[in-house]
C-alpha cells in the first residue's frame, strides 16, 4: 500500500509579533517591549505541523519575492514545497500579531498579499501530478474564493476534504459547499458564527458546545467527523458514521503562546488520520462498514486521532518557537489527560 499523499492549499504569511501589555483597544497607542518575524499563515503552519508529525505533505500556495526564505523555511521541515508559486504582482501576505503580556492571549490582523493570488487552473496543474482517490487535501479560508472551487476538484478526484473554517468569514457557507467536505474543524466562534450563516438565526444567548455541535452535525450529516476546539476547555467532537459524540479536556502544559494552536491540531490530527487510514488498507478487519467513504476509519481510530492532536496543541502553546522546531513528536499511545505535565516525549532530530 502506499502512504496517502496530504495537499495543503493554503496562505503562507509572514508573521510580525508584537509583545505588548494588552491588546490595543480603540483609539490608544501602546509601546511594543519586543519584535519577532517569523513564518507564517495558517496553511504554512498545518503545513509544517503535518510534517512533523510524520505525515507526506505537499504545500500549494504562493508568496512574493519577499517571502522566499519562508518556502526555503519549510522545505527544510520536509515539506514538499515544489508547488509554492513566486509572484512578481504582490508581496507575501502578512499577519500583524499583538501579544498580551496582561493574558498571553492574542488578536491578529491579516494582509492577504499572493494568498489571494492561486487560481484554478494551477490547482488543476497540481492536482494531474498524482493526486487522488487515498489521498488528503486540507483548507482554511485564507485563500479567498477560490478555496471552494479547488474543494470542489478535489472531492472529484476522490480526495479525503478537511476544512478548518478559519477565520470564518459573512459567506463562508457560500465560498465553500460544506457538503463536499468530510472533516470540519473549528472553535467554538467560528462555530457560532457557522451556526448563524446556517440558519440565518441572530443567537442572543450563548450556545453551549455540545449544542452547536448538534445543531452542526444535524446540518451536515455527510459529514465524517465535526470537531469545535475550545482553547483551555479541550473540544467537542462527533463521529459521523457510527454517531458517536466525545469531549475531551485541554492538555495542561504551561501557557506561553496560543498563536498556531489550532494550526498545530490541525496538523497533528489529519497527519494521525492518513496514517490510520494506511494502517486499515493493510487491515481490512479494521474497516468501518458503516461508511461508504474511502478514509475507512473507526471510532476508535477517531478519538485516538483527536488525542494526539490535542497534546500537540498543548505542546505548541508552551513554546513561543512551536512550530518552528525540526522535530515530530512520538505521542504515546496511552497517557492521561488529566496529568498536570505533560509526559515525556521523544523528539526525533529530522538531519
Not at 154 to 170: F, M, R, Y
Not at 183 to 207: C, D, P
Not at 210 to 222: G, I, R, Y
Request: charged letters at 20%; hydrophobic letters at 40%; a negative charge.
Amino acid at each position: 500500500m502506499v502512504e496517502p499523499k496530504i495537499l495543503v492549499f493554503g496562505s503562507i504569511n509572514i508573521d510580525e509579533f508584537f509583545d505588548v501589555p494588552h491588546i490595543v483597544f480603540s483609539g490608544e497607542t501602546i509601546t511594543s517591549a519586543k519584535y519577532t518575524q517569523k513564518a507564517g499563515g495558517k496553511g504554512a503552519n498545518q503545513s509544517v505541523a503535518i510534517a512533523k508529525a510524520g505525515a507526506r505533505v505537499w504545500h500549494v500556495g504562493k508568496i512574493g519575492h519577499d517571502g522566499i526564505w519562508i518556502k526555503q523555511y519549510m522545505e527544510n521541515q520536509l515539506v514538499n514545497v515544489d508547488h509554492i508559486i513566486i509572484s512578481k504582482e504582490q508581496p507575501t501576505g502578512r499577519a500583524i500579531i499583538q501579544l498580551s503580556q496582561e493574558t498571553r492571549d492574542n488578536a491578529i490582523i491579516l494582509l492577504p498579499g499572493t494568498n489571494y493570488l492561486l487560481n484554478e487552473i494551477e490547482a488543476q496543474e497540481v492536482l494531474a501530478q498524482g493526486f487522488g482517490k487515498g489521498d488528503w487535501s486540507v483548507f482554511q479560508n485564507e485563500i479567498g474564493l477560490i478555496g471552494g472551487k479547488i474543494l470542489k476538484l478535489c472531492k472529484n478526484l476522490g480526495l479525503t476534504t478537511v476544512l478548518n473554517a478559519a477565520p470564518i468569514s459573512e459567506n463562508i457557507t457560500k465560498t465553500f459547499s460544506f457538503d463536499l467536505v468530510d472533516y470540519l474543524i473549528v472553535n467554538k466562534l467560528e462555530a457560532t458564527q457557522l451556526y448563524r450563516q446556517i440558519f440565518t438565526i441572530n443567537v442572543t444567548s450563548e450556545l453551549s458546545s455540545s449544542e452547536l455541535l448538534d445543531a452542526l452535525s444535524n446540518a451536515f450529516p455527510q459529514l465524517i467527523g465535526i470537531i469545535i476546539t475550545l482553547g483551555s476547555d479541550g473540544l467537542v467532537a462527533w463521529f459521523g458514521p457510527e454517531k458517536r459524540v466525545y469531549t475531551l479536556p485541554a492538555f495542561k502544559t504551561t501557557l506561553c503562546d496560543t498563536t498556531g494552536a489550532g494550526d498545530a491540531f490541525t496538523g497533528y490530527f489529519v497527519a494521525s488520520l492518513a496514517r490510520n487510514q494506511l494502517k486499515n488498507e493493510k487491515n481490512s478487519g479494521l474497516i468501518s462498514v458503516d461508511t461508504e467513504s474511502s478514509i475507512l476509519l473507526t471510532a476508535e481510530q477517531f478519538l485516538n486521532s483527536l488525542k494526539e492532536a490535542i497534546v500537540a496543541a498543548g505542546l505548541a502553546v508552551s513554546k513561543h518557537d512551536y512550530p518552528y522546531k525540526p522535530h515530530i513528536l512520538k505521542i504515546p499511545s496511552q497517557f492521561d489527560l488529566s496529568l498536570p505535565c505533560p509526559p515525556k516525549f521523544l523528539e526525533k532530530k529530522i538531519l
